[in-house]
């Protein structure tokens, strides 16, 4: 009976851990995102900084997470965190930086540009940082 329970831990253990295709479930469902520096002393420039997605451009950013390779590891620092929330419930955070991301102490990538795109926007937003600290990300527009 107890090689049942062993047998039956190890599965439970191996099928809980966090990766971006089963994060995918617990993010699909966000409808904002706040991203923000995540170190404890930021530079004078980051301090305070926080930003709000919203709108279509929360799911580009949920199916470039969850759709993340593992491609090996470097030496990223991922000062920002992205928050994923759904109303008020926090459905997880995830640390970025460009196109590298940190699931589980597992870096991935987002081969798809959108998460290095996001850091661009974010460092374009800090370097014309308005006089309050908080901003939100609107969606490009696109030609039609």
């Known amino acids: 009976m107890r090689i ?3 047998i039956l831990a190890i599965a439970l253990l ?7 295709s089963n994060l995918a479930h617990q993010i699909a469902s966000a409808d904002h995102i706040v991203v923000r520096y995540r170190f404890a002393h930021p530079p004078p420039q980051l301090s ?6 919203s709108g279509d451009k929360v799911h580009e950013i949920v199916k470039a997470v969850s759709s993340a390779t593992h491609e090996g590891d ?3 620092a991922w000062p920002w965190e992205l928050q994923f929330y759904r109303n008020t419930n926090r459905l997880a955070i995830i640390d970025f930086q460009g196109p590298s991301l940190l699931v589980e102490n597992v870096e991935y990538w987002d ?6 795109e996001l850091d661009r926007e974010i460092l374009r937003q800090i370097r014309f ?7 939100e990300l609107k969606p ?3 030609a039609h």
């Open 74 to 76: 470097t030496l990223c």
């Open 111 to 116: 081969k798809s540009g959108v998460l290095a």
């Open 4 to 6: 049942v329970y062993f």
């Open 14 to 20: 191996n099928g809980c851990k966090r990766t971006p």
């Open 129 to 135: 940082k308005p006089t309050h600290s908080n901003t």
């Open 140 to 142: 490009k527009a696109t």
């Open 48 to 53: 305070g900084i926080r930003l709000s997605v």
